[in-house]
């Protein structure tokens, strides 16, 4: 597609329950990013994978978040064992190269809200 | 690391007024790269524009234009004639050596009232 697609758009899951979460980047970028964006704030970086390596987790919150980007294409954000606070929106991102300053552009992103 | 900072949580305007939002930043950098993202209601952030930390021209781009000054750390954003449709929040980012790891701003929440 012409950019980044993400589904689903809107998830509602139970405490404790297991997402997961798709990212369709534009098609040929090499790299992929994870946003979180909670209500009213500015998005906080996740994750970042080159091709299908995951260079950089630094931003996952605890050990129950999990992402893959198995084939270097199509990523999943996985979150176990959900809580409240992991209620925000997902913004998956690509760029055509990993190189620093290329524009990165941005997917609608997946609402998540744990009730 | 880097810092953004939007001083500015709301602005409120009437349509054809032009309307600044102001951003400063903070980086340990020497070279990085300042970004404003526009997110409408739908959710999806929208590229407006970047600039490189080696290049202080500003330029006007259609109804937009910035004003980056690294004296002050600054990378003001300014919407001439506003309209309705600018309706959004404003963010500004920053992006450093790394890959592409954006620190942003809390956003400026834009209203433009007919």
């Known amino acids: 597609g012409a950019g980044v697609s993400q589904s689903p758009r809107y998830k509602v899951a139970k405490r404790g329950q297991d997402v997961a979460l798709r990212c369709d980047p534009i098609?040929?970028?090499?790299?992929l990013f994870w946003y979180q964006q909670a209500l009213g704030q500015g998005p906080e970086f996740l994750t970042y994978?080159?091709?299908?390596?995951?260079?950089?987790k630094s931003g996952l919150p605890s050990d129950r978040f999990f992402a893959e980007r198995p084939e270097g294409s199509v990523s999943t954000l996985k979150i176990q064992r959900t809580q409240q606070e992991d209620s925000a929106v997902y913004l998956c991102?690509?760029?055509?190269?990993?190189?620093?300053?290329?524009?990165?552009?941005f997917g609608e992103g997946s609402w998540l809200t744990v009730v | 690391a880097q810092k953004v900072t939007q001083a500015q949580t709301e602005i409120s305007v009437v349509e054809k007024e032009d309307v600044t939002l102001d951003c400063v930043y903070e980086?340990?950098?020497?070279?990085?790269?300042l970004f404003w993202y526009k997110q409408p209601p739908s959710g999806e952030l929208v590229f407006l524009i970047r600039?490189?930390?080696?290049?202080?021209q500003n330029e006007i781009s259609g109804r937009y234009s910035w004003n980056f000054q690294k004296s002050t750390s600054s990378f003001n954003f300014t919407i001439t004639a506003s309209q309705v449709v600018d309706s959004a929040v404003y963010f500004c980012?920053?992006?450093?050596?790394?890959?592409?790891?954006?620190?942003f701003g809390q956003g400026t929440i834009l209203t433009v009232h007919p």
């Open positions: 991102a690509s760029s055509q190269r990993g190189r620093v300053g290329n524009t990165i552009y």
């Open positions: 098609s040929g970028h090499v790299s």
């Open positions: 994978f080159q091709n299908e390596a995951q260079l950089d």
């Open positions: 980086t340990r950098d020497t070279t990085y790269y």
């Open positions: 600039r490189n930390s080696f290049d202080e």
């Open positions: 980012v920053a992006g450093g050596t790394s890959y592409g790891k954006l620190t």
